[in-house]
C-alpha cells in the first residue's frame, strides 16, 4: 500500500489572472510512494527537460478537490449505472487543469482502499508530456488525510493575503463544518453519484427515506446501485424482501455449521487473490476439490442445501435495477437468496457470489450484491469465478499455450458458465497466453 504527497513550494504571481489564483502559484507535485504522478518532459528553448513539479496556480485543483469531495470519497464505479464520461468529470485531475497543465490520474474509491491510476499524455499546446505511468491502492484514511492537509493550506494561504469568500472556502467549510448526519447524507448522495449540494428538497427527503428503510450495513452498496430517481422505490423492494428472506423456514444445519467452522478469508495484496484462496479452501472443506458443478442444482446440492430447503432459500428476484444477490438469514443463522437473474448461468454465479457474503460475514446482517466496483465486491466476484471454474482444473483441461474461442465454448459448456467467465480466469491467471475471443 503506497502513500499519496502532495508538495508545494509557494510562488507568488499577482500579477496573473484573479487573485486567488496569483497568490496561489507553486511548484507542484504529486507522489505516491516513489513514484511522481506529476513527472513530465517540457521543451525549454529547444531542449527537453525532465522534471517533477508543474509551476501552476493551485487555487483551480483546491475548487474541484473541494467540489468533489464527497464524490472522492465515496462514490465508486458501478458497471451499467454509472455514465464514464460524467464520472471522469469528478473523478479525473485533468478536469482541474483550468489552463494548466495537470496529468491524466483517475480517483476511484473502491472501499477501504482509493484505487489511483495514472497514464501518460501528450499535452502540445502547453508543451508538456507527462511520461508516468501507473496503477496503485491507498489506504482511505490517508487519502483524507493528504487531500484535506492539501485544502487546509491553499485555505491559509488565501487567508494570508485576505482573500475570503471564494467558491472553494464556502465549499470546503461547508465540508468541515459538518455534522454527522449531513456526513451521512452527503455519502448517500455521492454514492448515487450526485452532488450533495445541488439537489432539490424533493430528492433530500427521498434519500433520506431511503436510509430509514434499510439496514445500516446496506447503506454503501444500496446507494451505489440504486437510481435517484427511484431510490424510495428500491429501498422499499430491498426492505421487503429481506423480510421474506428472514421468514424462510428452513434449518439447513449443515450449511450454518459450514460458516461456523470456516475461518473467513486470508488477506492478499489484491481482494482478488482473497476470493480465490476463499474458493479453493472452501472446495476443500467440502470434499469436492475435482468436482463439476454444472448446473444450478449441482451448486445448490454442493452447498449442502437439499431440495425442499433450496426452493424456499433461493428466490428469483426479476428486476431491473443494478443488484445482483440479496442475502439475509432467518432466527436460526440459516441464509436467503434473492437472486437478480434469468439464465442459469447467471444465477449460478449471483448464488456465489452471495454464498461468499454469507460465510464470510457472521454477524447476521444482510449483504447486497452488486455490479459496484469495490473491494468487497471484487472479492466475491473472484470467489464465484474460482468455485465454480477451477483455475486448477481449468490448467488440466487446456495444453496449448494459445485458445480459440470454440475451446473458450467448449470449457463454459463444461462447467455451466458464461464464455467470458472462462475468458477472464484462462487470462487472470496466465494460464494461456493469448484468449482469442470477443469477450
Known amino acids: 500500500m503506497s502513500d499519496l504527497r502532495f508538495t508545494f513550494d509557494w510562488r507568488e504571481e499577482a500579477e496573473y489572472g484573479g487573485e486567488e489564483h496569483g497568490v496561489t502559484f507553486a511548484d507542484f507535485a504529486i507522489y505516491v510512494g516513489d513514484e511522481c504522478v506529476t513527472e513530465y518532459v517540457v521543451d525549454e528553448e529547444a531542449e527537453k527537460r525532465v522534471r517533477d513539479a508543474i509551476h501552476r496556480p493551485l487555487y483551480p ?23 464514464e464520461d460524467h464520472y471522469a468529470y469528478r473523478h479525473n485531475l485533468r478536469y482541474a487543469r483550468d489552463g494548466f497543465a495537470l496529468p491524466d490520474l483517475t480517483i476511484q474509491p473502491e472501499g477501504l482502499d482509493v484505487s489511483l491510476d495514472w497514464k501518460s499524455v501528450a499535452l502540445d499546446h502547453y508543451r508538456t508530456k507527462f511520461i508516468g505511468n501507473g496503477h ?7 487519502f483524507v488525510e493528504a487531500l484535506s ?30 455534522d454527522e448526519d449531513e456526513r451521512e447524507f452527503c455519502r448517500a448522495a455521492a454514492k448515487l453519484g450526485e452532488y450533495p449540494y445541488g439537489l432539490s428538497e424533493d430528492q433530500q427527503a427521498a434519500i433520506v427515506a431511503s436510509s430509514r428503510l434499510i439496514p445500516e450495513p446496506l447503506y454503501d452498496a444500496f446507494f451505489a446501485a440504486a437510481t435517484l430517481d427511484e431510490v424510495e422505490e428500491q429501498a422499499e423492494g430491498i426492505r421487503s424482501l429481506i423480510q421474506r428472506l428472514q421468514d424462510i423456514d428452513v434449518e439447513a444445519e449443515e450449511l450454518v455449521d459450514l460458516r461456523q467452522r470456516i475461518e473467513g478469508f486470508e488477506k492478499h495484496w489484491t481482494p482478488y487473490a482473497e476470493g ?3 474458493a479453493r479452501t472452501l472446495r476443500t472443506k467440502l470434499e469436492i476439490e475435482d468436482s463439476e458443478l454444472r448446473s444450478l442444482s449441482d451448486l445448490i446440492s454442493a452447498i449442502r442445501l437439499d431440495g425442499r430447503d433450496a426452493e424456499q432459500s433461493v428466490l428469483e428476484w426479476k428486476s431491473s435495477y443494478f443488484y445482483e444477490t440479496l442475502v439475509a438469514t432467518n432466527d436460526r443463522e440459516v441464509p436467503g437468496f434473492a437472486i437478480n437473474s434469468r439464465s442459469e448461468r447467471r444465477k449460478k454465479f449471483a448464488l456465489c457470489r452471495g454464498l461468499f457474503e454469507y460465510l464470510t460475514t457472521t454477524n447476521g446482517e444482510p449483504m447486497l450484491v452488486t455490479k459496484e466496483h469495490t473491494d468487497r465486491q471484487k472479492r466475491n466476484r473472484a470467489f464465484a469465478a474460482e468455485f465454480l471454474a477451477p483455475s486448477y482444473l481449468l490448467q488440466e483441461d487446456i495444453s496449448e499455450s494459445y485458445v480459440d474461442e470454440d475451446k473458450v465454448e467448449a470449457l463454459a459448456e463444461k462447467y455451466g458458465v458464461s464464455s467470458m467467465l472462462i475468458a477472464h480466469q484462462i487470462e487472470n491467471h496466465e494460464i494461456a497466453n493469448r484468449v482469442d475471443t470477443p469477450f
Do not use: C, M, P
Open 149 to 178: 492537509e492539501f485544502l487546509d493550506a491553499v485555505y491559509d494561504r488565501l487567508l494570508e493575503y485576505g482573500i475570503t469568500d471564494t467558491a472553494f472556502q464556502e465549499e470546503w467549510d461547508a465540508i468541515r463544518e459538518a
Open 276 to 278: 480465490y484462496d476463499f
Open 136 to 142: 496503485t491502492f491507498v489506504d482511505h484514511g490517508q
Open 61 to 83: 485543483i483546491a475548487e474541484w478537490l473541494a467540489a468533489n469531495w464527497w464524490n472522492l470519497l465515496y462514490e465508486s464505479f458501478t458497471s451499467g449505472k454509472t455514465n
